[in-house]
Structures are given as C-alpha cells and as structure tokens.
C-alpha cells in the first residue's frame, strides 16, 4: 500500500512493554515500515503477561501485545552479540527513526544512545522515553504506569476527598501522554526533517509527559496558591455532573449538564417534576451549591429505570448522558463501539482474537490494519530483501545464535 | 491552523501550537460566556481570568469574527483558503454557523486538512449524541474500572477522554500533512472520544479477558487491576498498589518488580527492621508469595506506616524497587528531578505585572523545542494582526468591522 501517507518512513523500534510499542502503531498502520527488534533470549514481557488463551504456550497470543504492535515487522536479534549489534547498525543506517523506552543506559551501552546513531545515520530521529528523562538527578529512577500516573499527580485528583487516592484502574500513562506524545513528538520531527534535513533527539520523561496531563491543576496552585482536591465525580463547572445509580446491580448512567438549555431539556425530560422548578436550582451556582440534594433528586428518577433507557430518553432531549459500559458492555451491547472500532483480527495460533482498530480515520486513507507480527517473523525479510544478505549467510546467523 | 473547537478539542490545537504552528482561534462576542470555564485566578469570574482559558489556549492568537454575519463568514472563508489546517469538534460544532457542509470543505479547499473531534464515531448509532469528559470516560469503559468497588465508578481527574482524543486528533493531523506534503492534497481526519478513551482499558479490561475467559473487568480500589490472580474465588491474592504512609501515600507495584527484585525488597524492609518473617526460605519461591499476597501486603503497609512517603520513594529507588509517591502540585513545584530539567515554565502576562507557573513540555525536542512564547489571548486581540497577515488586508479594509 505505497500510497498510504508514512509509507516512506521506517523506524527501528527497540521499544518494548506498551508505551514504546503504542507510539510506534500509528505509524505502522498508517504504511510506515516499523520493524521491532526483540530478541527470544530476553522476551518482550508484553508478549506473555495480561490476557491469554487458555492452553496456549506462545510468545505470539497475548491480547495487549497483539493491540499494540499492528502492522509492525518483528526480527530478533542478540544485540548481545557482536554480528547481532552490527545488523542492528545496518538497520539503523537505513531507518529514520529509532525509538526504545528502555531505563537508564541500555542503548548507550550497545552503542546506540543519539551520539553514537548519528553516526550511523547522520539525519536520524532518535527517541527515548525512560521515566524521569535522559539527564537529573532522579535519571535512573524506575517505575511504570501505576507509579507514573501516582507521582504526576493524577491519583492526587482522582476520586473521592475522603477515600484513598484510588487512581484508576488503567496503568493510564502507559496508554496516554506517554506513547501519544511521544508520537507527536516523532510526527512533527520528521516534518521538520523533510523540510530541513536535520535529524534530532527527543527526550520524553514519562513523569514530565503525564504532568502536562493535569489540565489546570498547576496553575491552580502556581496562581490561585490552591492545591487542587479530588472532586469525586464533581466539575467545576456543571451541575448536574455525575453518575447516577440505575435499575440493576451496579448499572449507572453519567449525566452531565453544561448550560441553561440542557438543563430545561433534562427538566422535561424527566417529566418536570417539581421540585426542580425550585429557585435552588434554576441557575448553575445555585445548582453547584445545593448539588447533593439535586443529585439524590436525580438518583431518585434513575434508579427505577434502567441505564440505557435513560441515556436515549436524554440524549433525544439534547442531554449528554452515557452508560458506565465495562468490557461485556462494549462487546455484546454497544454494537456501534464493536462494529466501529473492534477488530476481529485472524490469528495463525488462535481462534478468536478482538483488537482495538485505528482511531484515526482519514478520508480516502485505507489504514493498514495487519495482524502484529509472531516473534522473528520477519527475520528473512529484513535481512534478506532490507540488508541484501544471501541465504547462506541468513543460515549461518541462524546457527551461530544470532538472530535469536 | 483555524481553531474552532470547544473543549474536547482545545488541547489538540494547544499540542500544535506549542510546537510552532500558528493557530489562530475563531471568537466572539458570544465566547465570553459560553466558555468562561472555572477556575479563575482569584475566583473572580471573567473570561480573561479564566485559568482554563490561560492553560489550554497558550500560543493561540483570537480573531474575533461573527460567523453569524455575512462579513464573518467572508472574512472566515478567506482564511480557510491560506489554511492548512480547520480543526472543529463534533456534534457541538461551530462549523455549522458558516453554512459549510463536509463535502463542501473537501471541494472548495482541497488542500485543507480539517480535523474532526467527535463525541463517537460518525458511523456510531450514537454519533449526534453528547458527550462531555464524564460521558465519554463512562461510554468508553475507562469509568468501570475506575474507583472502589463499593461506591460509584468514578471519572479520573483533569478531563483524561478529552485529553486522550485531542492527543489522537493531533497524530491525526500530522499524519495527515505529512501525507500532504506528498501528494498536495487535504484530507478529513476524524477521531472520537469514545475510541480514543477506551484505548486506555486495553491491558486491564482487555477485549479478550471477556473473549476468552468471559472476565468481566470491575474497579477494584487500591488491589492491583490486572493481578494474574484476579478472580472470584481467589481475591486474596491482588497484590496492592498504594500504601498509606506518615504523611500521605506511596505507589508501589511489586507485582510488576524486575527479576531479583524480591531480594532487593527484603534488604529494603530489613533497612528499617520491617521484614517480620519474609526473610524466612519458603519465600523464595515465588508460589508461596502469590499465595501469601495478602501477608505481604500487610507487612508492606505496616513498613511504609513507619516512613514518610520521600523517605519511601528514594530509598526504595535506591534498590531500584519501582515505588513513586502520590504526589499533589506542591510536590511537583519543588521536586529536584522537575528543577533540575527545566520541567516548568514561568510566563508574562502583557497585562499584568505578575508573571505564572505553567506546566511545561511534555517532550524535549532537540532541535525544534516545544515553547510557550505568548499566554491565552484575550478575545478578539489579534483580529486585525491575523487578517493583516493572513489575507493582507489593509487598515481601511478592515474597517469597522474589526470588533
């Protein structure tokens, strides 16, 4: 698919768990050649932990793995080996971008921090992505995405003021700032490099990517001296705002009302019941400030009523409201979310596989969609067709362990 | 770039311009209201005190135009020509007051990129429905494994769906003028929070746990989301991930240690006499500490009732135990690693004498630094600047029309 728009790019990605390889997806679905160098001496863990088919021993099936690496190439290779370390050079000679999100000095030992890249290809992009950044005094610092979205400041404005800082059930940075503006990141260097010719080094620090997450939470402190609590399910700026308790177990329906209008809408929705005609309600302030009783008001219209009874009703009244969904939601009952955005990806080692699809969609643009690649599946391509080495000495690397 | 978006949209345009680009959002008089969004500096209710006016639009300049008028849609449609990128949010859209269909964009400027942000997707059954930051984080299937068990699902703080698809629509973007730089052409490029957002339960709500397993993933408190362990029979067996310590709470993900991690974890306790009986053999396999989670747990939470949560954080780094403080807005001000890097960034307001803290950027490029050069604009500031600029248009031009 020449015509898809990064279909001239290729990235030697080193990356490994999920915020590397999530940064690199948008590339390869969208054409560009995005080859992860791994190697079976050292697998990648996010080929073997989280959702698994039962039954099954393979590096190739675990379900974030296979979410996260689409349309990518694998070749494996011992960089713990001269010959290994050396393909990884020539490969890199032929790249445009490099990328890992190793801790600390892993690429500098092989040889392939930025100083060393730019010798192998003077106009590369190289980007690195360890936690806390390439140089301070906390550089070698370790942690995912549990301790990132913690010490960003995340978990200090989610939940409840009186309950833990529970966070969320999401290891969020690893899925969020980090990989997405990591891709920016990438994105908007290699335009710059098309234009000028001039690679660069983009240093992303995991911590610092999910602090400019925050929304306002810094300049709330910075300039108002207030160090910002967590709201629960509150916003400062809509009342009413907040999920509401539904007809079954544990079903509730988010309600979130922006203006004057919606709120009429709701109104009538609801049947104009009286007691929301009263003054206590009939501006935002006042609904800000009498917002529990006017959240058990509310509660006491849902939860007699199933969840997406109520999001239709509403919304057909120009209210924005939506079903807290979990996975079996999503999968059995939103068929707008499966038909759209769900994958049912054929898979040579299991039956039935659901993976996420590409967010973007751009007119006219096909995005590839390709199955992420087995472990060295594209060892005889890369060395082969990309390398131009023969088929004797394939087999030799083959023998020698190199390409393990 | 022309910004037309409400919120969902603003860090989408804020991400662009703070690389460089010149992003010029479309405003009037009817702004000052509808998006005179809390908190304020002060708490004094104005638009130009608006906090989240002052963090998302950085960079941005405000051309003030009524695209309700006749002169506003000329003047809007002249831009849209040296454009190259329109990026607008759907279904709240703005777009609809110039009377532009889709196809229309496509045909009368076909290089134009415009970037659609949406709600859902425009092939859902729900795409003219709603959706703010809470809506999407339910509809999305984040807000299920958000929170404790026993009270609500809880939305995650800092409006995360809306940040999640403007990261998306700004990949998006670029894609799309790298594309462009190729072939000339202009493309629309469509994101939706609902998508965007649910990216983020890919590992802990995996399609496949219900795919393969029939695993429903729920919210699970301070256990760990994703424990090999986690089912009904068994919840004993989440290890956990925050502790309360003597002054807060520290995170800590033992469950995701690096190998030899547990030797590194004991020296740690025994540092503070917190080992109890860990050190005992059976531990060594890492059955037996599956098995008695819920021990460690406990001994755990008794060491790190002991410390404070710095005193935790460096000196588990130091045995490189992956352990990092809850940390709240004064931590992060005076945090060494943030000083030392530069992370935040003090700003001038033209029209104060004060100067702010701001977050700073979220990737350090070596060449083409990512930069706040200018605060938020006030509406309208640089109306007649941008169609100078833009569409050289002279004073006269201008007219009265300016503001």
């Given at each position: 698919?020449s015509d ?14 999920i ?6 997806r948008?590339f390869a679905?969208?054409?560009?050649e ?6 079976s001496a050292?697998?990648?863990?996010i080929?073997v932990v989280g959702a698994r088919?039962d ?6 099936v675990a379900?974030?793995f296979n979410?996260i ?7 494996t290779l011992d960089?713990n080996t001269k010959?290994g370390?050396s ?9 445009d971008?490099v990328?890992?999100?190793f801790r600390?000095d ?9 100083g060393?890249l730019?010798?192998?290809k003077?106009d590369?992009i190289a980007?690195?992505?360890p936690?806390?950044g390439?140089?301070?005094p906390?550089q ?7 301790n990132?979205i ?7 404005i989610?939940g409840?003021p ?8 999401s290891?969020y ?7 997405n503006?990591?891709a920016?990141?990438l994105?908007s260097?290699?335009?710059y490099r098309?234009?000028?010719?001039k690679g660069q080094f983009i ?12 929304g ?9 001296n207030?160090?910002p609590d967590?709201p629960?399910n509150?916003?400062?700026?809509m009342?009413p ?7 079954g177990?544990?079903?509730w329906?988010?309600?979130a009302?922006?203006n004057e209008e919606?709120?009429k809408?709701?109104?009538?929705a609801i049947?104009r019941?009286?007691w929301a005609?009263?003054t206590?309600?009939?501006?935002m302030e ?9 959240d058990?008001k509310i509660?006491?219209w849902?939860s007699?009523?199933?969840?997406y009874e109520i ?8 209210v ?5 969904q979990?996975t079996?939601?999503l999968l ?7 038909k759209?955005h769900?994958?049912?990806?054929a898979h ?7 993976i ?8 006219d643009v096909e995005?590839?969609f ?5 472990l ?5 391509f ?12 394939i087999d030799?690397?083959?023998?020698s362990g190199?390409?393990? | 770039?022309?910004d037309?978006?409400?919120?969902s949209?603003f860090?989408c345009?804020?991400l662009?311009?703070d690389?460089?680009a010149?992003?010029?959002r479309?405003e009037n ?8 969004y809390?908190?304020f500096?002060?708490?004094e209710?104005?638009?130009?005190n608006s906090l989240?006016r ?24 002249d831009?849209?020509n040296v454009a190259d990128?329109l990026?607008t949010?759907?279904?709240?859209s703005k777009?609809v007051?110039v ?5 229309e964009i496509?045909?009368?400027y076909p ?5 659609v942000i949406r ?19 339910a509809m999305?299937?984040l ?15 800092g ?5 999640m698809v403007?990261m998306?629509g ?8 790298l594309g ?6 202009g493309?629309?490029v469509?994101v939706?929070?609902?998508e965007?957002t ?5 590992q802990t709500?995996?399609l496949?746990y219900?795919?393969?397993q029939?695993l429903?993933?729920?919210r699970t ?7 090999e362990?986690?089912?009904?029979e068994?919840?004993?067996h989440?290890p956990?991930?925050?502790y309360k ?5 520290v995170?800590?993900?033992a469950?995701?240690a ?5 030797k590194?974890f004991l020296?740690?306790?025994?540092d ?9 053999p059976k531990?060594l396999d ?13 001994v755990?939470?008794s060491?790190?009732l002991?410390?404070?949560a ?10 490189r135990?992956?352990?990092?403080p ?5 931590d992060?001000?005076t945090d ?5 890097r530069g992370?935040?960034?003090?700003l001038k307001?033209?029209d104060?004498s ?8 979220p ?5 083409t630094?990512?930069k706040?050069?200018s605060p938020?604009?006030k509406?309208g ?12 248009l002279s ?5 009265f029309?300016n503001?």
């Open positions: 698919m898809l728009p990064l279909s001239n790019i290729r990235i030697a990605d080193f990356g490994w768990m915020a590397g390889p999530l940064a690199t948008v679905n969208f054409g560009a995005v080859i992860r160098i791994e190697s050292r697998i990648d863990e080929r088919p039954g099954i021993d393979s590096p190739n379900g974030v979410d690496n689409t349309s990518k190439l694998s070749m960089l010959p370390l393909l990884a050079k020539h490969l890199i000679e032929i790249s971008v990328t890992n999100n600390g892993r690429m500098s030992k092989w040889g392939l921090d930025y060393q730019k010798k192998i003077p590369i980007l690195s992505m936690m806390m390439s140089d301070g906390h070698h610092y370790g942690g995912n995405g549990i990132i913690a010490g960003a400041g995340i978990n200090g989610t409840y009186h309950r833990a800082p529970v966070g969320t059930g290891l940075p690893d899925f969020s700032g980090n990989p503006h990591a920016i990141a994105l260097a290699l335009r098309n234009r000028t010719g240093d992303l620090a995991q911590y610092e990517s999910t602090i400019s997450l925050l306002t939470s810094i300049l709330e402190y910075t300039a108002n207030k160090i967590r629960g509150k916003s400062p700026n009342a705002h907040n999920v509401y308790r539904c007809k177990t544990d079903r329906c988010a309600i009302i922006s919606e709120w809408s709701l109104k009538k049947g019941p009286e005609e009263q206590i309600y009939s501006t006042q609904r800000k400030k009498h917002e529990e009783e006017l058990e509660s006491s849902t007699s009523r199933k969840a999001m239709d009703l509403l919304q057909n009244h120009g924005a409201a939506g079903v807290v979990d079996k939601d059995t009952r939103d068929t707008s979310f499966t759209t769900v994958i049912d990806m040579p080692e299991v039956d039935s596989m659901k996420h699809g590409e967010t973007i969609s751009i007119s995005s590839k390709d199955r992420a690649p087995l060295g599946e594209h060892n005889d890369v060395l082969g067709e990309l390398l131009g080495i023969d088929e004797s000495e030799d690397l083959y023998v190199v390409l393990r | 770039m022309i037309l978006t409400g919120p949209g860090y345009a804020k662009l311009a690389l460089g010149d992003v010029i479309i008089s009817g702004t000052a209201e509808s998006e005179n809390a908190p500096y002060k708490g209710k104005h638009i130009d989240y002052w963090h998302f639009h950085t960079n941005k300049r405000s051309v003030f135009l009524n695209l309700q008028s006749e002169y506003g849609r000329d003047k809007f449609f831009l849209l990128v990026i949010t759907e279904p709240d777009i007051d009377k532009l269909g889709k196809n496509r045909s009368k290089k134009l990129i415009h970037t709600a859902f997707s425009s092939n859902s059954a729900y795409s003219e429905y709603k959706a703010t930051d809470i809506i999407a984080l999305s299937g807000m299920a494994i958000t929170g404790f068990p026993e009270d609500p699902p809880n939305q995650m703080g409006e995360q769906a809306y940040h403007s998306h700004a990949m998006g973007t670029l894609v799309a003028l462009r730089d190729y072939t000339g052409l493309k629309d469509e939706s929070m609902q965007c649910s990216m983020a339960t890919l709500a995996n496949n219900y795919n393969w029939n429903n993933r729920q408190g301070l256990n760990h989301p994703f424990s362990a986690q089912s009904t068994n919840p004993k989440y956990r991930t925050l310590c003597k002054d807060g709470w995170s800590y993900a469950h995701l690096p190998p030899g991690a547990w590194r020296t740690w306790l025994e503070y006499d917190s080992q109890q009986d860990l050190k005992e531990y890492p059955e037996t500490r599956q098995i008695s989670q819920l021990h460690i747990n406990e755990m939470a060491h790190c002991k410390l404070k710095q005193e935790l954080y460096h000196s588990a780094q130091s045995y135990l992956l352990c990092v809850v940390q709240n807005v004064n992060l001000i060494k690693q943030l000083k030392e992370y935040f960034v003090d307001h033209d104060r004060e100067s702010f803290t701001y977050p700073g950027a990737y350090k490029l070596s060449k630094p990512w706040i050069k938020a604009p509406i500031q640089h109306t007649e600047e941008v169609l100078k600029e833009w569409l050289a004073k006269s031009e201008l007219g029309h503001v």
